[in-house]
């Protein structure tokens, strides 16, 4: 069924009167039809609580796409909004199974703390906003305990279960080491003449790079002989350009950087309308990335693996033990 006619059915439908005579007009009025999107046992999860869910999803939705992609991706919100709502009753299903129950001392202390983080301790504007969304505050301390048991679970079923040994870690980074393999790059600054149209022009041009090199080699600071001569487009930034590869920088300069030491300037450099200088800034050989400096990251994506797959595995044994029903 197209996302479309999902979300009719739990928009609030106006109703009008049509040919009215001689009577007072009818009042518009609200109709709030709503469906099942799932069941968890006895725990039915309705379309709007599904669109509530989905809710945040939707500006970066609308600024991102737009026609069928966009029909394309409310569906799959949709989708994951309802799977998370089917699997956040499953674990209560567990929880409650378990004999768990958090008291309302523990429920008021969180919700004392989103007042206080989220609110800036306004509890005026908390209440403000929960009766915007049509929530009583019981209805909000339902949806908060079971966020907290929900979060219980998880951390035992699948936080403190999740295990990556140094073994694994470094076998990750064997096995994939070409992923951190970084190439040559060179930090370099130009100044750049125009060359001129005429051979005077260019005489006097070139007369006047011989100069301005001169008075590099002599330690005049690069940077700031660019911001005073150079006619490059980054002149005001002291002809500084950021790491690049040498192959990725204009052709007639790559010779120059893949040779040249850092610290020392090029000769003139000529092509048929400009006049450079360059000096290399910095240069980073090719090499890997040392297994220290990525284990850390390694071992985040690892344990997030791990995480996903206990996640997964304690899911779909909790969808064995109960009735669960997706409606379409």
Do not use: C
Request: charged share 30%.
């Amino acid at each position: 069924m197209k996302f479309v006619l999902k979300m009719l059915a739990i928009l609030a439908l106006p109703v009008f009167a049509f040919g009215q005579t001689n009577s007072a007009p009818m009042q518009n009025r609200s109709i709030e039809i709503d469906g099942y999107a799932a069941k968890v046992n006895d725990r039915v999860i309705t379309q709007g609580e599904v669109r509530e869910a989905m809710a945040s999803m939707l500006p970066e939705l609308y600024r991102a796409y737009q026609g069928a992609r966009l029909e394309e991706e409310l569906e799959k919100a949709f989708v994951r909004a309802r799977d998370e709502l089917v699997e956040r009753a499953l674990i209560m299903a567990a929880y409650t199974a378990r004999g768990g129950h958090i008291p309302d001392q523990y429920v008021n202390d969180e919700i004392k703390r989103v007042i206080a983080e989220r609110f800036k301790g306004d509890a005026a504007l908390f209440e403000q906003v929960l009766a915007g969304q049509k929530k009583t505050r019981a209805e909000y301390m339902d949806i908060t305990r079971e966020q907290m048991a929900a979060g219980m679970m998880m951390n035992e079923e699948v936080y403190r279960r999740a295990r990556v040994t140094p073994e694994q870690v470094r076998e990750a980074y064997e096995a994939d080491k070409e992923s951190y393999f970084i190439p040559e790059k060179v930090k370099y600054s130009v100044i750049v003449l125009n060359k001129g149209a005429t051979p005077e022009d260019q005489a006097v041009k070139q007369a006047e790079a011989e100069s301005i090199r001169k008075r590099l080699v002599e330690g005049a600071d690069f940077a700031e002989t660019a911001k005073a001569v150079s006619e490059g487009s980054r002149a005001a930034e002291g002809g500084a350009f950021p790491w690049m590869q040498p192959k990725d920088v204009r052709p007639e300069l790559q010779e120059t950087l893949k040779a040249l030491p850092a610290g020392e300037i090029s000769e003139i450099i000529a092509n048929d309308t400009e006049l450079y200088l360059v000096k290399v800034d910095a240069r980073r050989q090719a090499g890997y990335k040392t297994f220290d400096e990525v284990r850390q990251s390694i071992k985040t994506a690892l344990n997030a693996k791990e995480r996903n797959r206990l996640k997964a595995r304690w899911i779909a044994r909790l969808k064995e033990n109960n009735y669960v029903v997706i409606y379409d």
